[in-house]
């Protein structure tokens, strides 16, 4: 460890040398516009030399003509010989113009900044990241500390997976034995869990791995966010991925014709009514939590194998007139996004929702590649994209025999940044495409300094893309940001994977060795 942060502290020294000051083509993400001046200017420490203006005359003219999302994150930041002027037309443009302050003074170690005026706004409104507290809960400080890195990216929406087959997570009053009985067990990966049998526990046990969320603490990460202005989506997980619940519950679980219920279904009883009433009943408090647009209710991955065998659900497909039991997962939908809509929420479900009937106010997240949103789109759907080919976050990043275990095949900061969200898309469904958001599945990351290996730089990358127009971007540029960002998150504490070291192979962005269209650094 010691020998990491010398190389680190090193490392910064050779960076911050290059150069006597900071200058604004350091700055990830890249901005819209920026111009230079001769001189530089030493940031005072207390903030006391920055002075904001609302709603300038000449600055509203400047950003009439852009959408409104990008209107409120615009701002004009103005670095001259008096000190510092940024202009914006919300609070939140004035944030994202002190942050972008906030990393020109950590560029240079004497916060000494380069004469410079920057014009910015972002490209898309949704720049997120999803972190799977499910698989691995790595609790309230950790997520807190990523917002922090978040902001500083100008990132805006920090998405939790919070219910899943291999933990519950968040405290839910009216049904304790989530919390009890499901938010622990024995196993550290999801792997291990599984290959013992999906054992759950309780806190007490010394082989317990787990935890989970109270009320307190949401209400605190809330908080914390909206100071930093970035939306927190909390997902919970219908009909698949929920066998935890029908641990916790199996009243509610699917019943085979012996009339036993099947605690062990990964799906939930579409056709039990206490599956709605418990499903209403969970998104009740955890709108009461989460004062925001969107609640994300997962839709992906259903098996449906003990559908074709339940009473219950062979009942309501009788019933409802259905022919497939894959109607029996839009019906799901459906009914619960009239649910949430009759609540002022809007419903976001994996790309697997729009197979079964999808209402016109639900926005899909597409993960299964870029088809399901092209699809989305094209049908009139508002859409995130979130392609497991560019931006999951738990695929390798380097080669496999040097990286821990990860999934799936590499995906370099290379690859993930050489995505745009807009590919493959018509020009006239361009609106639907909200943004794009990466992410973090934790079935093989146990522990927090895991995550944030994978997390950083490949965020980095994503930020940039959410923020900076596509003409704009070229990797090289980025990457030698990176080398600089990377060495100051290192000093902020934070566990990055080492850039510095990336194998010639990784640096290529290839996923396959014929792939002819790339060149090396």
Same mark, same amino acid.
């Given at each position: ?5 010398? #190389? ?75 000190? *510092? ?32 005026? #920057? ?92 935890? =989970? ?31 935890? *619940? ?14 036993? &219920? ?24 955890? #709108?009461?939590? =989460? ?19 339940? *009473? ?10 259905? #022919? ?175 850039? =510095? ?14 792939? &002819? ?5």
């Amino acid at each position: 460890m010691r020998r990491i942060f010398v #190389i680190a502290i090193s490392l910064f020294v050779s960076i911050s040398s290059v150069s006597a000051y900071s200058t604004p083509d350091k700055l990830i993400p890249e901005p819209v516009e920026f111009s230079t001046g001769e001189g530089v200017y030493t940031l005072k420490p207390d903030g006391s030399d920055v002075k904001v203006y609302m709603n300038a005359a000449a600055f509203a003219a400047k950003v009439e003509a852009l959408p409104e999302f990008a209107k409120q994150e615009a701002y004009e930041l103005v670095i001259g010989k008096k000190g *510092v002027k940024i202009y914006a037309l919300t609070e939140e443009g004035a944030f994202r113009g002190r942050q972008t302050l906030e990393m020109l003074r950590l560029l240079d170690p004497a916060a000494t900044v380069q004469h410079c005026t #920057i014009f910015d706004y972002p490209r898309f409104q949704h720049r997120g990241i999803m972190l799977d507290e499910s698989r691995s809960f790595k609790g309230k400080e950790f997520v807190k500390k990523q917002i922090d890195a978040l902001a500083l990216l100008k990132m805006n929406v920090m998405h939790l997976h919070l219910t899943d087959a291999a933990g519950w997570r968040l405290q839910i009053d009216a049904y304790p034995n989530l919390t009890d009985h499901v938010a622990w067990r024995v196993g550290e990966t999801y792997h291990e869990w599984e290959g013992l049998g999906y054992p759950f526990t309780n806190a007490q046990d010394p082989k317990a791995y787990g935890g =989970f969320y109270t009320k307190d603490d949401i209400r605190e990460i809330v908080a914390y966010a909206a100071e930093r202005y970035i939306d927190i989506i909390p997902e919970i997980e219908m009909p698949g991925h929920s066998m935890e *619940v029908n641990r916790a519950y199996p009243e509610i679980a699917c019943v085979g014709e012996d009339g036993k &219920p099947r605690p062990f279904s990964w799906d939930l009883c579409v056709g039990n009514e206490g599956t709605f009433k418990f499903l209403e009943t969970v998104l009740e408090e955890v #709108i009461e939590l =989460f004062p925001y647009k969107y609640i994300h209710i997962g839709g992906d991955e259903a098996v449906k194998k003990d559908w074709e065998v339940c *009473v219950n659900c062979q009942k309501r497909m009788k019933e409802e007139g259905m #022919i497939h039991k894959n109607e029996l997962q839009g019906y799901m939908v459906r009914r619960i996004e009239a649910f949430l809509r009759e609540r002022g929420k809007t419903v976001i479900g994996w790309d697997e929702i729009v197979e079964t009937g999808l209402p016109a106010q639900a926005v899909v997240m597409s993960w299964r590649g870029t088809p399901g949103g092209i699809k989305a789109s094209a049908e009139g759907h508002d859409v995130i994209m979130s392609p497991n080919s560019y931006v999951y976050l738990d695929y390798y990043q380097d080669l496999i025999r040097k990286e821990p275990k990860a999934v799936g095949h590499m995906q370099s900061l290379r690859h993930v940044y050489k995505y745009d969200p807009l590919e493959g898309i018509a020009p006239e469904f361009h609106h639907h495409i909200l943004g794009l958001q990466g992410n973090l599945w934790c079935e093989l990351i146990p522990y927090a300094a895991h995550a944030e290996y994978m997390l950083y730089p490949r965020a980095f990358a994503i930020a940039e893309i959410g923020w900076t127009p596509q003409e704009k971007r070229e990797f090289f540029h980025f990457r030698e940001r990176c080398l600089t960002l990377i060495t100051i998150f290192r000093a902020m504490g934070y566990n990055t994977f080492d850039l =510095f070291n990336e194998s010639l192979r990784a640096q290529t962005g290839r996923l396959r060795f014929d792939d &002819p269209t790339f060149k090396l650094l």
